[in-house]
């Protein structure tokens, strides 16, 4: 999918500490008791403080492709919306469709909530194993099919945890 100009400025790729970002929703690379874990989910429920876990445990749990958006509590951020990825098995476990859903909801939950400004982390790479340039590819056109159609949100970041993955994922941007 080539990206419009609009969609190229209002996307951005950049290596941080989603915790801190300036965004109005972050999303976290949930695990589906989303009660919190390693990397980026751990990080995030360390951030906003134990009020997120306590309301998290109330939810239920989510399975891979969902999303449920909770309150920031301590973080920059108003919301977090917790996308429950699916772990990598081969290829062959609708891992692509359900990863696109991740994308896609998490969009259309930052829409539905007004949201100016949503910070993705590189959901799924991780522990789950998704191939960070697959990954990065749907990622990118889940992001871009929504931007052609909203004006929610104006911006979106994602925000890499290392240098190679940002790396991955400029490399996969140009070939957008």
Known sequence: MALSDDVRTRLTLLRGDITAVDADMIVNAANAGLCGGGGV????????????LAHCRNLGGARPGEVVVTPGFDLRARFIAHAVGPVWRGGDADEDELLRRCYARACALAAAHDVDTLAFPSISTGAYRFPIARAAGIALDAIATHIATHARPGRVMIVLFSDADLATWTRVLATR
Do not use: F, N, S
């Open 41 to 52: 989910d751990g990080a995030i429920h360390r951030a906003a403080g134990p009020r997120l």
